[in-house]
């Protein structure tokens, strides 16, 4: 029998995906079913995406492009962050990423060793304490919660910081809450960082929810679609 690498038992899916195979196969069984378990939009691509994917494939514009992402993508979210934020990011300084996932994994594999410490917030996206775990690395929560209208507690992740703490994850807006974390939370945050190997990560939903983060994510969005601002 095959043995499978150790860090996989580390990892753990996302009880949403379970919930929702069951529900498609209900569906299946002719039963009715109100899907509450995927945040999955209840409209299709906007129209001018369509038509632009379809042109392109038309176009023969179907081939392998750049492992950092087509350059005149790049280069149009560079000007974009200059231009809405005051962020001066050259296009070589610029990677597209299939999704956040795949941009999570990629970032914590460059800076995540075994040993290091990563805090994340709870409730959150679960694979901040899965990938940990799979790298090797502990996986410490900051509480969001209702009486602070689940705004991170900036006196508790301070607590939580030690010398072994590489990452810090924020989500804004986050999931699943809907939270957007005040500009008062991040600017608090943003100088406790005392290891200088610390490094803040913050993937967010929508660039025009949320433009205290430094980084790019979907002003659009639907199933497997990424449409670029």
Same mark, same amino acid.
């Given at each position: 029998?095959?043995?499978?690498?150790?860090?996989?038992?580390?990892?753990?899916?996302?009880?949403?995906?379970?919930?929702?195979?069951?529900?498609?196969?209900?569906?299946?069984?002719?039963?009715?079913?109100?899907?509450?378990?995927?945040?999955?939009?209840?409209?299709?691509?906007? $129209?001018?995406?369509?038509?632009?994917?379809?042109?392109?494939?038309?176009?023969?514009?179907?081939?392998?492009?750049?492992?950092?992402?087509?350059?005149?993508?790049?280069?149009?979210?560079?000007?974009?962050?200059?231009?809405?934020?005051?962020?001066? $990011?050259?296009?070589?300084?610029?990677?597209?990423?299939?999704?956040?996932?795949?941009?999570?994994?990629?970032?914590?594999?460059?800076?995540?060793?075994?040993?290091?410490?990563?805090?994340?917030?709870?409730?959150? @996206?679960?694979?901040? =304490?899965?990938?940990?775990?799979?790298?090797?690395?502990?996986?410490?929560?900051?509480?969001?919660?209702?009486?602070?209208?689940?705004?991170?507690?900036?006196?508790?992740?301070?607590?939580?910081?030690?010398?072994?703490?590489?990452?810090?994850? @924020?989500?804004? =807006?986050?999931? =699943?809450?809907?939270?957007? @974390?005040?500009? $008062?939370?991040?600017?608090?945050?943003?100088?406790?960082?005392? =290891?200088?190997?610390?490094?803040?990560?913050?993937?967010?939903?929508?660039?025009?929810?949320?433009?205290?983060?430094?980084?790019?994510?979907?002003?659009?969005?639907?199933?497997?679609?990424?449409?670029?601002?």
């Amino acid at each position: 029998m095959t043995r499978i690498a150790s860090r996989v038992s580390q990892l753990n899916g996302e009880g949403a995906l379970a919930v929702y195979s069951r529900a498609k196969e209900l569906e299946r069984q002719g039963r009715s079913i109100i899907h509450l378990e995927l945040g999955e939009p209840d409209f299709h691509p906007a $129209a001018p995406v369509v038509d632009a994917l379809r042109n392109a494939v038309a176009a023969g514009r179907d081939r392998y492009c750049s492992t950092r992402g087509v350059p005149a993508l790049r280069q149009a979210i560079a000007e974009y962050l200059k231009r809405t934020r005051s962020v001066h $990011a050259a296009a070589e300084q610029i990677i597209v990423a299939p999704g956040c996932k795949m941009a999570l994994s990629l970032t914590m594999m460059a800076l995540v060793e075994p040993g290091d410490e990563v805090l994340y917030p709870d409730p959150g @996206f679960p694979i901040y =304490p899965s990938f940990t775990r799979g790298l090797g690395a502990t996986a410490v929560a900051y509480g969001l919660e209702e009486k602070n209208k689940f705004q991170p507690d900036v006196g508790e992740i301070a607590q939580k910081i030690t010398p072994g703490t590489k990452m810090l994850i @924020f989500n804004s =807006p986050n999931n =699943p809450t809907g939270t957007v @974390f005040s500009d $008062a939370v991040l600017e608090r945050n943003s100088p406790r960082s005392p =290891p200088s190997t610390t490094y803040g990560f913050l993937p967010t939903r929508s660039t025009r929810a949320c433009c205290s983060a430094e980084n790019i994510s979907p002003s659009g969005r639907s199933p497997a679609w990424r449409s670029a601002p």
